[in-house]
C-alpha cells in the first residue's frame, strides 16, 4: 500500500516552457503532499507543503509564481514550472502522507520527475 | 527552523562489516526520525524510522538508535552486502509542523565485495 504515481518520469524542453508535474496518491488520499528539489549528489530540499483545497506554503527562497501548485482533490497535486529556464534544471520529487494519520507517521515519495532544460 | 547534520558523507566498507551513520539536529521538538535509501535515479525508500518516545529499533540487519538528550541519532546497517550500496539520508520531523520533514546531506555508502 501507500504507492505514490508521480509523471512524467524525464522531460526534456527549450527554454522558456512551463512544465507540469503531477504526483497521485493510488491506493491513499493525502491532504498534504510535499515537493522537494534535489541536484545532483546533494539531499531533498523541501520547496513547498500542498494542502488540498488550500494555498501552497513555500519555503524561504521558492518563488511561488515561478513554481504553481495545485491540490485540488485527495489523490493529486501538481507542481507546474513556469517559463523554465536552464538552472531549473532538477530532480524533482514529491510525496505524500496519508490523511488522517497522526504527527509522525512516513512520507511515501514518488519516483521523481528529471527535468532538463535547454 | 530544524537543522540536520549528517556524518560521513561518504562511507566504503567492506562486505559483511558494518557501517554506522550519524545525524544531528537542532530542534528538542522534532519527534519524528525516519530513515530513507536512494539509489541512483530513484525514489527515496523509508528503511526504518523511530519516535521520541524510544532510545532504539531494529528490522533485521538495521537498527536505529536516538539519542534525545544530546540531539542525535544514528543508523547501523550489520552484515553489509553490496545492495546496500546507496545513498542514506537521515531526516527530523518537527511536533506541530505538518509532518514536514527535514533531511540531512546524505551519506553514501559504497559496500566492497
Known amino acids: 500500500g501507500a504507492v505514490v504515481s508521480q509523471h512524467p518520469s524525464w522531460v526534456i524542453c527549450k527554454s522558456g516552457t512551463s512544465v507540469k508535474i503531477e504526483c497521485r496518491s493510488l491506493d491513499f488520499q493525502a491532504t498534504t503532499m510535499f515537493w522537494y528539489r534535489q541536484f545532483p549528489k546533494q539531499s531533498l530540499m523541501l520547496m513547498a507543503t500542498?494542502?488540498?483545497?488550500?494555498?501552497?506554503?513555500?519555503e524561504q527562497g521558492v518563488e511561488k509564481d515561478k513554481f504553481l501548485i495545485n491540490h485540488a482533490s485527495l489523490t493529486l497535486s501538481t507542481l507546474t514550472v513556469t517559463s523554465a529556464h536552464p538552472e531549473d534544471s532538477s530532480f524533482y520529487i514529491c510525496?505524500?502522507?496519508?490523511?488522517?494519520?497522526?504527527?509522525?507517521?512516513?512520507?511515501?515519495f514518488g519516483d521523481g520527475t528529471r527535468l532538463s532544460i535547454l | 527552523g530544524e537543522n540536520v547534520e549528517q556524518h560521513p558523507s561518504t562511507l566504503s566498507v567492506q562486505e559483511g562489516d558494518s557501517a554506522v551513520i550519524k545525524c544531528t539536529y537542532s530542534d528538542s521538538a522534532s519527534n519524528y526520525f525516519p530513515w530513507y535509501k536512494q539509489e541512483l535515479g530513484k525514489r527515496p525508500q523509508l528503511i526504518i524510522d523511530i519516535r521520541s518516545n524510544v532510545g532504539e529499533k531494529k528490522d533485521q540487519r538495521i537498527a536505529v538508535t536516538l539519542n534525545k538528550t544530546a540531539k542525535h541519532f544514528s543508523l547501523h546497517i550489520t552484515e553489509t552486502q553490496p545492495e546496500d550500496s546507496a545513498v542514506y539520508f537521515c531526516?527530523?520531523?518537527?511536533?506541530?509542523?505538518?509532518?514536514?520533514?527535514?533531511f540531512g546531506g546524505g551519506t553514501r555508502l559504497m559496500v566492497k565485495p
Open positions: 510525496s505524500a502522507r496519508v490523511a488522517g494519520q497522526s504527527m509522525g507517521q512516513p512520507q511515501h
Open positions: 500542498s494542502n488540498e483545497g488550500s494555498k501552497a506554503t513555500y
Open positions: 531526516a527530523a520531523s518537527i511536533r506541530n509542523a505538518g509532518n514536514m520533514l527535514t
